[in-house]
């Protein structure tokens, strides 16, 4: 059962103890995972180290001021997962995740973020099992430094 709250704008709902939904484009919403949701083994994430690389997706990273989120693909654990990775001219404060969709991208999953704590430090979200379903789809994101959603950029869905 959702309850919806008003804050600054956006409308928030709150589902299960562990996940927050917030609207941030019209109709779509996304349940915010803390980086603990997605480590573990949780909801079905793996844990990667964050110099893994793999295949890049087929979707172009972005980047701003020398950080670059790029979304990769490859076997982990002997399964084919995706997962987002920042690198570049990182500076503390900079972050990293990744959204998973299962229906097209109309509500996802953010899983994230994973903040790098020194400058040059590369960074990865957990890994996610892919699926040759349309629908089950990824994206990478980035925020610079600690600033306002501004400053966040996301790679298309893949």
């Not at 059962?1 to 956006?10: D, F, S």
């Not at 989120?69 to 990744?98: E, I, P």
């Amino acid at each position: 059962m959702l309850t919806r709250i008003r804050r600054r704008g956006l409308v928030l709902a709150l589902a299960t103890g562990l996940l927050t939904a917030q609207v941030v484009a019209a109709g779509a919403s996304s349940a915010a995972a803390s980086p603990q949701d997605c480590e573990g083994g949780n909801n079905g994430f793996r844990d990667i180290p964050d110099t893994l690389r793999g295949t890049q997706a087929p979707v172009a990273p972005v980047g701003i001021f020398g950080r670059t989120a790029t979304l990769y693909y490859g076997q982990v654990g002997g399964v084919t997962r995706g997962w987002a990775h920042l690198g570049g001219d990182t500076l503390w404060g900079d972050s990293v995740w990744m959204d998973w969709t299962r229906d097209g991208g109309r509500t996802w999953l953010q899983c994230g973020p994973f903040e790098v704590t020194s400058g040059g430090q590369t960074k990865t979200s957990a890994a996610q099992r892919t699926s040759s379903d349309a629908n089950w789809r990824f994206r990478a994101c980035l925020r610079w430094g600690r600033h306002e959603p501004a400053s966040i950029k996301c790679t298309d869905w893949w």
